[in-house]
């Protein structure tokens, strides 16, 4: 059974909506990004910890000493059909997280196109006493260290993170050594031929300290998270994404969106940038059972599939929702999805005076959220930051006419009035004026969306993806 430490430094309650404590944490954030000082008093301890951390997990050093000092040449890499990947996301599907489809989806056509695929997703380690505190803390906890998905080996270690991005800067050396043991285990029976880190820090920097160490290229992508947030938390952090691009072999985004902003706000050559998209799975595409159609079947359906956060429009949508009801008396709006804005989405329902119109359908598991994806009339996600955007794809793949913003990261492959419409960010009455349209001239609005259909199907399945990126593969192992 596995040893669990008594103790916890550090914390704050990750579950509440306070504004004041959201204030709180971002501000230390700063602060501690800003003047060194707070690290060097508190470093001691985290290393402290740390150390004792790698002792309690079960990888133990022996395995990666032998390894470390195992060298390869990367001109003897095999063909790409033999080509051994190790994955690091913390983006992937666990019993914790049954939404985070696409990395998994991208790594089960690599392995039906002939790669080995071995995968490592860090999870925050949380201490015994912490897990009676929440649920989120206690069904991280559930999460076995190792699960078979889809034929795919799936390892789960822990690493030390601290509540609300505190000493974020320095997570992907923690997160380091938090596999870095797996790691060593993994390459006795699997040595892999290259690492691919999803997201730049903590998990890219993790796959650099790797990289380095069993003198492996380094393929990092980026989803999005690290040029819209993370360059902005402080200097180090900015100073660690630069890092991690520089060294790695080459650097994948997945829009055009996020090429502008490597070029604009860090300086990244172009030649360093290669732009490849996130796909549709058609395997994962469901159709309506005859329940949920004939539930709604005297309905004009609005719908959402998003994590609830403010920068993803769902505000606007109801804002739009209220005007929209007096001229559309049998629309509702469907919201699947769960997040930090929440209550507050509820409460501004309640407020507009419009809960007989607007279903909060939460979580759901991926085939439900597909089903009620068929029987939609339009997909709405005014998302004003937004890297890519799979389920723009997804709705596409049904025909539905989708309504994302201009300039995101769906911008590029949805192009506005031809195949999608795209809102100026923010602008209620622009949102409002398109979802009129569309819900008064259906006819029209069909054939946008079988338009976008047929860009997606031809373009954008993982099955047109994948090629691109062996083709990145095989030429970081021939460098």
């Known amino acids: 059974m596995e040893r669990k430490p008594l103790f916890f430094f550090m914390n704050s309650p990750a579950d509440s909506n306070s504004r004041l404590l959201k204030l709180f944490w971002k501000g230390l954030n700063k602060i501690i990004g800003k003047f060194n000082f707070l690290g060097y008093l508190l470093g001691p301890v985290v290393f402290l910890v740390d150390y004792f951390l790698t002792r309690i997990f079960k990888e133990g050093p022996s395995t990666e000493i032998a390894v470390c000092r195992h060298k390869n040449n990367y001109s003897s890499h095999p063909l790409k059909n033999h080509i051994k990947v190790l994955v690091i996301s913390h983006m992937y599907l666990s019993t914790f997280d049954k939404i985070s489809l696409f990395t998994h989806q991208q790594v089960k056509e690599l392995a039906q196109q002939g790669c080995?695929?071995?995968?490592?997703?860090?999870?925050?380690?949380?201490?015994?006493?912490?897990?009676?505190?929440?649920?989120?803390?206690?069904?991280?906890?559930?999460?076995?260290?190792?699960?078979?998905?889809?034929?795919?080996?799936?390892?789960?270690?822990?690493?030390?993170?601290?509540?609300?991005?505190?000493?974020?800067?320095?997570?992907?050396?923690?997160?380091?050594?938090?596999?870095?043991?797996?790691?060593?285990?993994?390459?006795?029976?699997?040595?892999?031929?290259?690492?691919?880190?999803?997201?730049?820090?903590?998990?890219?920097?993790?796959?650099?300290?790797?990289?380095?160490?069993?003198?492996?290229?380094?393929?990092?992508?980026?989803?999005?998270?690290?040029?819209?947030?993370?360059?902005?938390?402080?200097?180090?952090?900015?100073?660690?994404?630069?890092?991690?691009?520089?060294?790695?072999?080459?650097?994948?985004?997945?829009?055009?969106?996020?090429?502008?902003?490597?070029?604009?706000?860090?300086?990244?050559?172009?030649?360093?940038?290669?732009?490849?998209?996130?796909?549709?799975?058609?395997?994962?595409?469901?159709?309506?059972?005859?329940?949920?159609?004939?539930?709604?079947?005297?309905?004009?359906?609005?719908l959402s599939i998003s994590t609830l956060r403010k920068i993803k429009g769902i505000d606007l949508n109801l804002f739009a929702i209220k005007k929209l009801k007096e001229k559309h008396k049998n629309l509702i709006y469907l919201i699947i999805g769960d997040g930090e804005e929440r209550d507050s989405l509820e409460s501004l329902v309640k407020k507009l005076n419009i809960e007989d119109s607007v279903?909060?359908?939460?979580?759901?598991p991926h085939k439900e959220a597909m089903e009620y994806l068929s029987i939609c009339d339009v997909f709405?996600?005014?998302?004003?930051?937004?890297?890519?955007?799979?389920?723009?794809?997804?709705?596409?793949?049904?025909?539905?006419?989708?309504?994302?913003?201009?300039?995101?990261?769906?911008?590029?492959?949805?192009?506005?009035?031809?195949?999608?419409?795209?809102?100026?960010?923010?602008?209620?009455?622009?949102?409002?004026?398109?979802?009129?349209?569309?819900?008064s001239n259906q006819a029209q609005a069909r054939k946008v969306g079988e338009k976008a259909k047929k860009i997606v199907l031809e373009n954008y399945t993982w099955k047109h993806i994948i090629p691109k990126l062996i083709k990145i593969y095989e030429e970081a192992l021939n460098n």
Not at 144 to 166: A, Q
Not at 253 to 269: H, Q, Y
Not at 359 to 364: E, H, P
């Open 116 to 302: 080995g695929i071995k995968v490592i997703v860090p999870l925050p380690w949380i201490p015994f006493p912490l897990i009676y505190f929440s649920k989120k803390w206690r069904e991280y906890s559930k999460v076995p260290s190792k699960m078979i998905l889809d034929g795919i080996e799936v390892y789960y270690p822990r690493y030390l993170e601290f509540p609300r991005g505190i000493f974020f800067a320095s997570s992907g050396k923690r997160m380091y050594k938090g596999i870095k043991g797996l790691s060593g285990k993994i390459y006795k029976d699997f040595q892999f031929d290259l690492i691919h880190a999803h997201v730049a820090l903590p998990d890219g920097y993790a796959g650099m300290l790797l990289a380095e160490r069993y003198k492996k290229p380094l393929i990092i992508t980026i989803h999005g998270q690290d040029f819209q947030q993370t360059i902005y938390r402080n200097k180090k952090c900015r100073e660690n994404v630069k890092k991690v691009i520089s060294f790695s072999k080459k650097t994948i985004v997945v829009s055009n969106k996020l090429a502008r902003i490597s070029r604009k706000e860090l300086g990244i050559a172009p030649d360093k940038i290669i732009i490849v998209p996130n796909g549709v799975d058609l395997n994962n595409i469901h159709y309506h059972r005859d329940i949920l159609f004939e539930r709604y079947k005297d309905k004009k359906i609005i």
């Open 359 to 364: 279903q909060f359908l939460g979580l759901l």
């Open 380 to 439: 709405s996600l005014p998302s004003w930051d937004e890297g890519f955007g799979v389920t723009y794809l997804e709705a596409a793949v049904y025909g539905k006419p989708v309504v994302a913003c201009q300039g995101q990261g769906i911008d590029g492959v949805l192009e506005n009035n031809k195949t999608g419409f795209l809102v100026k960010p923010r602008d209620i009455n622009d949102l409002m004026k398109t979802l009129d349209f569309l819900l």
